[in-house]
């Protein structure tokens, strides 16, 4: 009888040997999977490849504009066929200049003498200047009485008094100037009356003067 426990006992104990080993050798295994990895010069490096997984095919999204890349060259537009309007031709200009003079004949050494001058001041408009002088001698005369007539339009005046002493030369006294505007279009042909008096109703040299009077008609081309 004591023989048959000892061999039941032998059993058991060589039961859980082999249950103890069996639990050793697993905790040791899973103790070593969790152990850090040493560095060890003769180990043969363990394969890190990953077999990838069945490609899945989904909708593509939209790719982000590659900043990095050339971009390509613009291209040159064509020129538009489309015809140019023609310009309107400005009105021509002009520099119409001209100058001259008319002068009265009393048959004494005393006359008047009109100078005018005639310039454009547009492409519609010429510009009239005149200036009246009263030309002589020795003079010795009062305030007087004069008119001009310039494209239709008539001025009056007075002169100052002329006192003049020098007898060796003739001497041009200013008593009136006037401006005015004459209308007219490039190339157009234009008259220009000019008429004017001046009431001296004195004696010079010798000679009755009343009236001295000076008169042109100007034909200008604009």
């Known amino acids: ?14 039961v859980l040997l082999i249950i103890a080993a069996i ?4 905790t040791g295994s899973e103790i070593l999977s ?27 999204p939209s790719k982000a504009p590659d900043t990095t890349s050339t971009p390509e060259p613009t291209a040159t537009p064509k020129p538009s066929l489309t015809p140019k309007p023609t310009a309107t031709p400005k009105p021509e200009a002009r520099t119409l200049d001209k100058t001259g003079s008319i002068s009265s004949e009393t048959g004494a050494n005393i006359n008047m003498r009109v100078d005018w001058h005639i310039t454009s001041a547009n492409s519609k408009e010429l510009t009239l200047d005149v200036e009246v002088y009263i030309v002589s001698y020795a003079i010795n ?30 001497h041009e006294t200013l008593i009136y100037d006037a401006t005015v505007t ?13 008429w004017a008096k001046w009431d001296f ?3 010079y040299g010798g000679k009755q003067i009343g009236r001295i009077t000076a008169e042109a008609a100007l034909t200008i081309k604009a």
């Open 141 to 170: 005369a009062g305030q007087h009485n004069g008119s001009i007539r310039l494209y239709g339009k008539e001025y009056t005046f007075v002169s100052d008094p002329i006192r003049i002493d020098d007898n060796s030369k003739k």
């Open 34 to 60: 969790g152990a850090p990895v040493t560095a060890n010069d003769d180990a043969k490096p363990v394969s890190t490849k990953v077999v990838p997984s069945a490609a899945v095919k989904t909708s593509s």
């Open 201 to 203: 109703d004195g004696v």
């Open 182 to 194: 004459i209308p007219a279009e490039i190339g157009e042909t234009v008259a220009v009356p000019i």
């Open 23 to 26: 639990l050793a050798w697993t």
């Open 1 to 14: 009888m004591d023989k048959h426990r000892s061999n039941v006992f032998i059993a058991l104990v060589l």
